[in-house]
């Protein structure tokens, strides 16, 4: 996008500032991002992240931001409680001129804007095994700031978000109709699914036996949505809050590991190098289960690989439905990146299967 059509967006929110830059950045495969750079009267620089809302993902982008405005000022009020610095430990929305909490433009595209968190940065991999010890203490830790957030005001951003067997439906769905006439080419893939079909229940089925609670969760934990600070590489707080909806702690844990506990990247296309690193999932699940565990139930922390495993082929199958359907949901940068990042999640579900033994053992380990 044009940089005079970003600071008319962006005119909306901020008054006398003068924007003087404004940029693509980030890696997210859902909204557009932008880093806008304006220069005060006085001389001060001040940076804002402005994103365009993707309304084909979020049919009703108001709702996004209304959850978002009231669990950022909840976590704010519990920041400010605990001593902490509740403008770098969460996310804060900027109001636009109207007061609302987004600016919808003349093309229909919803824009929200937060005050960007400088002297910080996201990874796609993890750098150090103990910034993913400390990441795993981040996502315990958001839950339990979130604990007694009223989980019924919430709005469903996405319907089924996390519900494994309702994603298996959709790729059924998407095989039979098969819109982009690509089903034949992944029938490897599609047999790979078919085989997992009873596993993808085991969550949504423990939690209509009422075995597993359903709690407020982020249900977007990968690792470059924590925000780390660049001086310490200490997490300063989780990003991306769209997905915050009721649901799975397990699906807090499994998405976290889905992407920080891989030897290779979410697309990686040279196969032999996708696996589970043990060494990464131990320390995240010590980070994760010292910050939380007393809060879960025995259930719930025996399903935390299970979850590992969940999320890693639901997005896998997510992936490959995307391919299927002609790649309309996730942002791509060449035709088959879908299949490609498909495949990757579905060698690490392998791994992980091969494994098992001992990602259970580790769980045992520091869950006592
Ligand atoms: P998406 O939904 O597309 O993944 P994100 O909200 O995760 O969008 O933003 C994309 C990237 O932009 C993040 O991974 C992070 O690197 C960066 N980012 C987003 N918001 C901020 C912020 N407030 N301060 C600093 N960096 C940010
Ligand atoms: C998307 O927005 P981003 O890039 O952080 C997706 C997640 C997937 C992830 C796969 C709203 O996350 O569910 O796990 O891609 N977000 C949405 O990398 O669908
Ligand atoms: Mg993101």
């Not at 901020?14 to 924007?19: K, R, S, V």
Request: charged share 25%; hydrophobic share 35%.
């Amino acid at each position: 996008m044009k940089f005079e059509e970003l600071k008319s967006i962006m005119n909306n929110f901020i008054n006398d500032d003068e924007i003087v830059s404004a940029r693509a950045f980030g890696d997210g495969h859902i909204n557009d991002t932008f880093l806008v750079s304006c220069k005060k009267s006085d001389g001060t620089i001040c940076k804002y992240t402005l994103q365009h809302i993707n309304s084909n993902v979020f049919p009703k982008p108001n709702e996004v931001m209304e959850n978002i405005v009231n669990v950022t000022t909840f976590l704010k009020n519990k920041i400010a409680k605990n001593g902490g610095n509740p403008d770098r430990q969460t996310l804060s929305v900027v109001f636009a001129k109207d007061g609302k909490s987004y600016f919808l433009d003349g093309n229909g595209l919803y824009w929200r804007t937060y005050p960007y968190i400088d002297d910080a940065l996201t990874y796609n991999m993890v750098n150090k095994p103990e910034d993913f010890y400390k990441c795993g203490s981040a996502v315990g830790q958001f839950m339990m700031l979130l604990a007694d957030y009223p989980a019924g005001s919430l709005h469903e951003t996405i319907k089924n978000f996390h519900n494994t067997p309702s994603r298996y439906n959709d790729l059924m769905k998407a095989i039979e109709e098969d819109k982009a006439g690509r089903a034949d080419s992944v029938a490897t893939e599609i047999e790979f699914v078919k085989q997992r079909k009873d596993f993808t229940e085991i969550l949504v089925k423990a939690s209509e036996k009422g075995e597993i609670p359903l709690r407020v969760t982020h249900n977007d934990t990968k690792l470059n949505n924590v925000l780390f600070d660049k001086a310490t590489d200490t997490p300063i707080c989780l990003i991306d809050l769209d997905t915050i909806m009721p649901g799975f702690s397990a699906s807090d844990f499994g998405d976290a590991i889905r992407v920080g506990a891989n030897t290779g990247a979410e697309d990686e296309q040279e196969l032999s190098l996708v696996g589970i690193d043990l060494g990464l999932y131990e320390q995240f699940t010590k980070g994760y289960l010292e910050s939380c565990k007393n809060a879960l139930t025995k259930r719930e922390i025996e399903l935390l690989p299970y979850g590992a495993k969940m999320l890693t082929l639901e997005c896998g199958m997510r992936f490959l439905t995307d391919y299927l359907n002609g790649d309309v949901y996730f942002k791509t940068h060449y035709p088959d990146h879908n299949l490609v990042r498909c495949r990757s999640q579905f060698k690490l579900v392998a791994s992980m299967e091969e494994n098992w033994d001992k990602m259970v053992e580790i769980n045992n380990k520091y869950s006592k």
